[in-house]
């Protein structure tokens, strides 16, 4: 079945520096993409989107691009400030079985000021 | 307001018992789904539904049966519970249209001493 590697699992960056969180997946019918943040305590969140047909996506202060020869998605948030701290994680689906979607461990970044 | 309501909030459970997790959509979604989130293994999939009826299922131990006695409901019981079970259950959901994200609950706290 799917597996999705996310690195690192756990990221430190001062405030307005770049963080770079990275997934590897290994379904070639992986077709649907998606960032999702949950801040301490609380549930996850959807950060975005993407399909397979497009290989660059920016969202408020970060991007997310899908290198899919590689079968890459990264999130890269920009001038990362306090309020990034989180943790992040991808997620895949394929579009053979679109109800399974499939996690990575996760990412926790903190930003430090 | 939420809009996919999971309770308890927190629970703790003595060894040997068993326990319903109770989750409850009102976004109108036709799949739901339970994921299952601690240290050791951060947001596993458990179950996806469809239509009230399996769709897919992940866990290993016959201890977790998912009920669901409608459209929008999906509950989780837990039997026979182990101090391995601690972890915070979320519960999710989705249309059913390929490509959409998932929207979580905000998880239930499992404790099992």
């Known amino acids: 079945g799917e597996q999705v590697e996310q690195r690192p699992p756990h990221l430190s960056v001062r405030e307005g520096d770049s963080a770079v969180i990275t997934c590897t997946y290994t379904?070639?019918?992986?077709?649907?993409f998606f960032w999702y943040k949950q801040e301490p305590g609380a549930s996850l969140q959807l950060l975005m989107k993407?399909?397979?047909?497009?290989e660059i996506n920016e969202g408020q202060g970060f991007t997310v691009l899908l290198n899919k020869k590689d079968k890459r998605l990264s999130l890269n948030l920009t001038a990362a400030h306090p309020g990034d701290s989180a943790a992040y994680f991808c997620a895949v689906s394929a579009n053979t079985n679109a109800y399974k979607v499939i996690f990575g461990k996760g990412t926790h970044l903190h930003v430090l000021p | 307001d939420p809009k996919i309501i999971q309770k308890p909030k927190y629970l703790v459970a003595v060894t040997g018992s068993e326990k319903i997790l109770i989750c409850e959509q009102y976004l109108g979604h036709n799949a739901m789904y339970w994921y299952r989130q601690s240290a050791k293994k951060p947001l596993e999939f458990m179950f996806s539904?469809?239509?009230?009826?399996?769709?897919d299922n992940q866990t290993a131990s016959s201890r977790f049966q998912p009920q669901s006695s409608k459209k929008n409901h999906l509950d989780l019981q837990i039997t026979a519970l182990k101090p391995d079970d601690s972890a915070t259950y979320f519960c999710?959901?989705?249309?059913?249209?390929?490509?959409?994200?998932?929207?979580f609950g905000k998880g239930t706290r499992l404790t099992v001493v």
């Open positions: 993407v399909f397979s047909s497009t």
């Open positions: 379904d070639p019918n992986s077709y649907y």
């Open positions: 999710a959901s989705s249309p059913r249209t390929e490509g959409t994200e998932v929207f």
């Open positions: 539904y469809s239509y009230q009826k399996l769709m």
